[in-house]
């Protein structure tokens, strides 16, 4: 396997709390450690907290307590000019899919790339292959209110996928699709990890997961469980599957 | 297609909003150019006819008790020259005795009923441009220099019609104002129902990596071009409709020239989407500051 786990950790929670207004605490004294080019799957029932975890992690949500640390720099310290920047590294592949339905699936693929300052060329030749990879090609001037579940969620992949992100941040990503897309998603995403990429995929689906060999967190009751150490490599034990189209993705779910 | 930050973050009911305002505009205009108009009537009958007095003179002796004898001429020379005399008088000229039966035979009906009517003389007096205050000391010294004269005209006498005008023109003014708060407060509250449809857009493109200050700028872009879009339309029918009732009143002659707007007023209506538009476009910056604030 290419893959090298280096050094310094993508991420670093210490002590990490978190709750919503004056509520009970959700993320309880979580300290972890995300090791560069490391995946892992985020494990947990529904209301474990997992998905609260990934929203501190992508920053959408800041820690109440403990200390946070992305790419090396410390986010209570970091200055709020430059957490743009970081989160331009990170791709994030929301439960809900979070599509813009006012742009057609090229437009919402390539959207982190506009807002990076991409031209239009360059644009153009990072998103087509990806809408060919991804089954999308045919759909690629459709607008998300006239997709299935299925396809939303592969067009929200493409857009975390697009960015060619140092993390990779995956919530639930294969709720919406089949067994045999699912595995083709997880295959897409340690494609990404093999070139340097750091995953983290929240699921609740046990089963996928011990279909490969990476490290897993256990959220219970929001403490961080770390149930498996990042393996030093090894292939998964899931053969990849025969490529789909989007077409033939399950709808809803 | 290429999806600008702006295209993102644009929505489908601008045209409801450029409407409103375009509403807004129309009736501040028009409030505003009546306003204008009122006061530059008002100032004109100030200056025009409040700066005028007419003196009338009985020629017959002894008609007024005590009134020095002399011969009707002699006492209309001693009034011109008294009236020259007074510090506040720009010109005093009597009116000739033709212009006199031409004022007077639509009210008599007839030339030959003028003839045999004792008819005073009558002076008209201009005032000085600041005279006008002190027309009432004026009328005072006559009332003293010649008992047996009327004098009629004169700030004073208008003063009522002058209030008048300065209470509709103050009305006008609480018009304009309250239309100006209203689109004042229309626009802020478009411009912040407009960010709050799109606040998920602006998470997401927050959460994606937008640099703060280009979503701003997008959100101020976009208000600014609605509120131009809707406050020019209103403008432009506003002055529309103000060049038609110009056109209507050309007949009118005196009245053309009170109902002309004058340049500068021209300027201060312009003004109006001009302003509305940076109300617009601020609201929309702070606005949308106050949402990128409260995110992480």
């Known amino acids: 396997m290419d893959r090298q786990v280096q050094s310094e950790p993508v991420a670093r929670f210490e002590q990490v709390g978190l709750r919503y207004g004056r509520g009970p605490e959700i993320l309880r004294d979580v300290t972890l450690e995300l090791p560069a080019g490391s995946f892992h799957f985020l494990l947990g029932p529904c209301g474990a907290g997992k998905t609260s975890l990934l929203r501190v992690l ?3 949500l800041r820690p109440t307590r403990g200390r ?14 430059g957490v743009a920047e970081l989160r331009r590294r990170i791709g994030i592949v929301f439960q809900d899919f979070r599509l813009l339905p006012q742009l057609d699936v090229y437009d919402n693929i390539a959207l982190p790339l506009r807002l990076a300052g991409g031209d239009e060329e360059a644009i153009r030749a990072d998103v087509t292959p990806l809408l060919t990879r991804t089954g999308l090609r045919a759909l ?7 997709l299935s579940g299925g396809q939303q969620q592969l067009v929200a992949i493409a857009r975390a996928l697009i960015v060619r992100p140092r993390l990779l941040i995956a919530d639930e990503p294969t709720a919406s699709v089949d067994e045999p897309l699912a595995l083709r998603l997880i295959q897409l995403f340690q494609e990404l990890n093999r070139v340097g990429a750091t995953v983290l995929i929240a699921t609740h689906n046990e089963r996928l997961a011990d279909r490969f060999d990476h490290a897993r967190l256990r959220l219970e009751a929001g403490r961080v469980l770390h149930e498996r150490a990042s393996p030093a490599g090894g292939p998964h034990r899931a053969p990849p599957p025969a490529p789909r189209q989007a077409e033939a993705v399950r709808e809803g779910a | 297609m290429k999806a600008s ?15 409103l305002m375009g509403v807004l505009v129309f009736l501040a205009v028009i409030a505003t150019a009546a306003m204008l108009l009122i006061g530059g009537v008002a100032d004109r009958w100030r200056v025009e006819l409040g700066g005028r007095l007419t003196v009338q003179l009985p020629l017959e002796p002894g008609i007024a008790p005590g009134a020095p004898p002399a011969t ?35 009210w008599i009906g007839s030339a030959e009923g003028l003839q045999g009517l004792a008819l005073p003389a009558v002076i008209e007096v201009e005032l000085r441009p600041d005279g006008h205050d002190r027309a009432a000391g ?34 006008a003014i609480l ?11 229309a626009v802020v509250y478009a411009t912040r129902a ?36 809707g406050g020019g339309s209103g403008f432009a029918l506003g002055a529309l409709t103000l060049l038609a009732f110009g056109r209507l009143a050309a007949a009118g002659g005196q009245v053309q020239d009170d109902l002309a707007l004058p340049l500068g007023a021209w300027a201060a209506i312009a003004a109006l989407p001009l302003a509305a538009a940076a109300i617009a476009a601020l609201t929309a910056r702070i606005a949308a500051r106050r949402v990128l604030q409260d995110l992480p």
């Open chain 1, 58 to 60: 992508y920053l959408a």
């Open chain 1, 68 to 81: 946070l640390w992305l790419f090396g720099r410390d986010l209570a310290a970091a200055p709020r000019g």
């Open chain 1, 140 to 146: 690629a001037h459709a607008f998300p209110p006239a």
């Open chain 2, 5 to 19: 930050l702006a295209a993102v973050l644009s929505d489908g009911d601008g045209r409801f909003v450029a409407g």
């Open chain 2, 72 to 106: 009707p001429e002699a006492r209309v020379e001693t009034a011109l020259a008294l009236l020259r005399a007074q510090p506040e008088v720009a010109r005093a000229e009597r009116v000739p005795e033709a212009r006199l039966a031409a004022l007077l035979q639509p």
């Open chain 2, 138 to 171: 004026l009328r005072e010294r006559l009332r003293v220099d010649l008992p047996d004269a009327a004098v009629d005209g004169g700030p004073a006498m208008l003063m009522p019609a002058l209030r008048l005008m300065r209470g509709i023109e103050g009305l």
């Open chain 2, 175 to 185: 018009v304009v104002l309250v239309l100006a708060a209203t689109l004042a407060t």
């Open chain 2, 194 to 229: 407009r960010l709050a449809r799109r606040q998920e857009t602006v998470e997401m493109l927050h959460l994606l990596g937008a640099e703060e200050a280009g979503i701003v700028d997008a959100l101020a872009r976009g208000a600014l071009r609605t509120a131009l879009i």
